[in-house]
């Protein structure tokens, strides 16, 4: 094989909307690129998993992969997880070279996809100077990725709302509802709330519950299998082919 393949390595989840929204995800990068291999697999709780799919690539000659983390920030699973799965792997098949691709974010293409999703949900550019935004993400107790979601906050902020704050559905405060409630006690208007999330589950399903427990006026889809998104992996896919020092070969 001439290429490298595409590996997307999701999180996965018990929830079956989980691994249909990563799956219409990579579809879509597959409509991107024709010509590109790309593959599924899950770190958990889903079929198939990161060291099946490289024996099964392994053994039908691929010499080449570019391991992809379907992450939004470089927190626990990028940083330990995925590295001694993919480590463990070329242990195993050591003809097989494999390097690790970034995390997404940050990226002005989640930031588009934030925005396509608030469009879709009703939210109209000359709302924006009335209208609070909780950016609502799954939530971590790694300083990298806490840091990152606080400056992605900030930047919205310029972008023409009124206000703009971060929320957790794990591991860190505020709740989704509290910040709908704070923004709501500081006299703004109207209130939407942005899930910082790939793919339904049970955490952005805690996201959703806060939004509509608290009133928020607008709740947006996850970031799914927008076409902003599929772009975006190709671009960490591209990244990683021409970087020198993510590889995990000799």
Same mark, same amino acid.
């Given at each position: 094989?001439?290429?490298?393949?595409?590996?997307?390595?999701?999180?996965?989840?018990?929830?079956?909307?989980?691994?249909?929204? !990563?799956?219409?995800?990579?579809?879509?990068?597959?409509?991107?690129?024709?010509?590109?291999?790309?593959? %599924?697999?899950?770190?958990?709780?889903?079929?198939?998993? !990161?060291?099946?799919?490289?024996?099964?690539?392994?053994?039908?000659?691929?010499?080449?992969?570019?391991?992809?983390?379907?992450?939004?920030?470089?927190?626990?699973?990028?940083?330990?997880?995925?590295?001694?799965?993919?480590?463990?792997?070329?242990?195993?098949?050591?003809?097989? *070279?494999?390097?690790?691709?970034?995390?997404?974010?940050?990226?002005?293409?989640?930031?588009? %996809?934030?925005? *396509?999703?608030?469009?879709?949900?009703?939210?109209?550019?000359?709302?924006?100077?009335?209208?609070?935004?909780? $950016?609502?993400?799954?939530?971590?107790?790694?300083?990298?990725?806490?840091?990152?979601?606080?400056?992605?906050?900030?930047?919205?902020?310029? %972008?023409?709302?009124?206000?703009?704050?971060?929320?957790?559905?794990?591991?860190?405060?505020?709740?989704?509802?509290?910040?709908?409630?704070?923004?709501?006690?500081?006299?703004?208007?109207?209130?939407?709330?942005?899930?910082?999330?790939?793919?339904?589950?049970?955490?952005?399903?805690?996201?959703?519950?806060?939004?509509?427990?608290?009133?928020?006026?607008?709740?947006?889809?996850? $970031?799914?299998?927008?076409?902003?998104?599929? *772009?975006?992996?190709?671009?960490?896919?591209?990244?990683?082919? !021409? %970087?020198?020092?993510?590889?995990?070969?000799?």
């Amino acid at each position: 094989m001439t290429h490298p393949t595409l590996l997307v390595i999701a999180h996965g989840s018990r929830d079956p909307r989980h691994a249909a929204t !990563v799956h219409a995800l990579t579809e879509r990068v597959r409509a991107e690129r024709p010509g590109l291999r790309v593959e %599924t697999a899950f770190l958990e709780f889903n079929a198939p998993s !990161v060291p099946r799919v490289l024996e099964r690539l392994a053994a039908h000659g691929a010499d080449e992969v570019v391991a992809l983390p379907l992450l939004l920030t470089r927190a626990f699973h990028a940083k330990t997880d995925i590295p001694s799965v993919l480590r463990e792997a070329r242990a195993r098949l050591p003809r097989l *070279r494999v390097r690790q691709a970034d995390v997404l974010g940050p990226s002005p293409l989640l930031n588009a %996809t934030l925005e *396509r999703r608030l469009r879709e949900a009703g939210v109209r550019p000359g709302d924006l100077p009335r209208t609070g935004l909780v $950016l609502a993400s799954a939530g971590s107790s790694d300083p990298e990725a806490i840091a990152v979601i606080a400056e992605i906050a900030r930047e919205l902020r310029h %972008t023409g709302w009124c206000a703009v704050r971060p929320a957790f559905a794990s591991a860190l405060l505020p709740r989704t509802e509290d910040a709908v409630r704070a923004l709501r006690a500081e006299g703004v208007e109207r209130v939407a709330v942005a899930p910082y999330v790939i793919a339904p589950g049970r955490l952005p399903d805690r996201i959703a519950a806060g939004a509509r427990a608290a009133g928020a006026d607008v709740l947006a889809d996850v $970031l799914g299998p927008a076409p902003e998104l599929a *772009r975006l992996l190709l671009d960490r896919f591209d990244e990683a082919r !021409v %970087t020198v020092g993510t590889s995990l070969s000799a």
